[in-house]
């Protein structure tokens, strides 16, 4: 599957509620919460997710109306996170091609 060039897959400091999600106001529409195949690691003050198949993580699909926007995601997950596409599954079973930052540290 290949990823839409305007989803985006978030679980961490991305989603709402929390510290990044300041860089989606306005600029990326919540679609609705998805899960990947992957499972996250504990990094302290901050998530990261790898890909596994065995697992499970939960979080959110949004549509990123400002293609500039991007460039501000990558800078903000830094070298440590490798934007990748990954297949999302959303609540009624619909499945996505969307980006997700993989932790690679």
Do not use: K
């Not at 989803?7 to 400091?13: A, E, H």
């Not at 790898?50 to 109306?65: F, I, K, Q, S, W």
């Amino acid at each position: 599957m290949t990823a839409s060039s305007d989803l985006l897959f978030t679980y961490g400091t991305l989603m709402r509620g929390f510290r990044l999600h300041r860089l989606l106001d306005g600029r990326a529409s919540y679609l609705g919460p998805g899960r990947v195949a992957g499972r996250l690691v504990d990094l302290g003050s901050y998530p990261g997710a790898v890909p596994d198949t065995g697992g499970l993580v939960r979080g959110e699909l949004y549509r990123v109306g400002d293609p500039r926007l991007w460039a501000a995601l990558d800078s903000a997950e830094g070298p440590q996170y490798h934007r990748r596409e990954v297949t999302v599954r959303s609540e009624d079973g619909r499945e996505r091609g969307a980006w997700i930052y993989w932790y690679a540290g």
